[in-house]
């Protein structure tokens, strides 16, 4: 089963406007990764959050952390047509230095 | 530098046969993994190696074979396609430094797209 599940699936804005999607998991992590993966592409990491963080921030990228509800979320502020992409959680787990897990992904689509 | 160089980028294949799926890195990371990646399933994780002479099984192991001779490649072994194995195949590694090696991102490289018939 898969550790993390990204929500929405899909999800699709106007150019300006701020897209939020969601990660949540199911057991304790050492941290949260965030990658973005545009069409025909390998991925491409975008910002780690430890456990013992609750907010961090790249440039129009906001991400926060809650362990309590297990659960992330990715705030892409003024959004680009050039955001448009797949956007994947991936959690490494507690102990684990070795695997990376990811979810299903999130497809954004950014309308000019 | 390439950074993770896969080969080849489409690759077509009869159920049976059998196929070497390449990947390099010149970034002299210690880890490197093989992953598949099919529609509404995310990544999984196949199988990856944390340094030469040194390969673990991952999520979906079965039907591929592994090896790591030198820190540059990591080559994935399909001994007998089948359809199940449709799918993309990307390659990733990260650098490991003790502890703070929890902390290190994966390098993606951009795939092979295999299609077994």
């Known amino acids: 089963s898969q550790q993390g599940e990204e929500d929405p699936q899909a999800l699709s804005i106007q150019e300006g406007e701020n897209a939020t999607m969601n990660c949540s998991y199911k057991?304790?992590?050492?941290?949260l990764q965030w990658y973005r993966q545009n069409s025909g592409r390998g991925l491409v990491h975008l910002i780690l959050?430890?456990?013992?963080?609750r907010e961090k921030h790249s440039g129009r990228l906001r991400v926060t952390l809650d362990t309590s509800k297990k659960s992330s979320s990715l705030l892409i502020t003024a959004s680009r047509a050039a955001d448009t992409a797949s956007y994947f959680c991936?959690?490494?787990?507690?102990?684990?230095?070795?695997?990376?897990?990811f979810g299903s992904g999130t497809q954004l689509t950014v309308l000019p | 530098n390439a950074g993770v160089t896969q080969t080849p980028k489409f690759q077509v294949l009869k159920t049976g046969q059998s196929m070497t799926l390449q990947c390099a890195q010149d970034?002299?990371?210690?880890?490197m993994s093989w992953y598949r990646q099919d529609p509404g399933m995310g990544l999984r994780l196949i199988h990856y190696?944390?340094?030469?002479?040194?390969?673990d099984q991952g999520e979906v192991p079965n039907g591929y074979n592994v090896s790591r001779s030198t820190t540059e490649d990591f080559p994935l072994r399909l001994l007998s396609a089948a359809p199940s194995q449709t799918s993309v195949y990307f390659c990733?590694?990260?650098?490991?430094?003790?502890?703070?090696?929890?902390?290190?991102?994966?390098?993606f490289g951009n795939g092979t797209r295999l299609t077994v018939t």
């Open positions: 991936a959690t490494r787990l507690s102990g684990s230095a070795r695997q990376l897990t």
């Open positions: 057991t304790s992590i050492n941290n």
């Open positions: 959050i430890r456990s013992n963080e």
């Open positions: 970034m002299n990371h210690e880890y």
């Open positions: 190696s944390v340094g030469a002479g040194i390969t």
């Open positions: 990733a590694t990260y650098h490991r430094d003790g502890r703070s090696s929890y902390n290190s991102p994966l390098h």
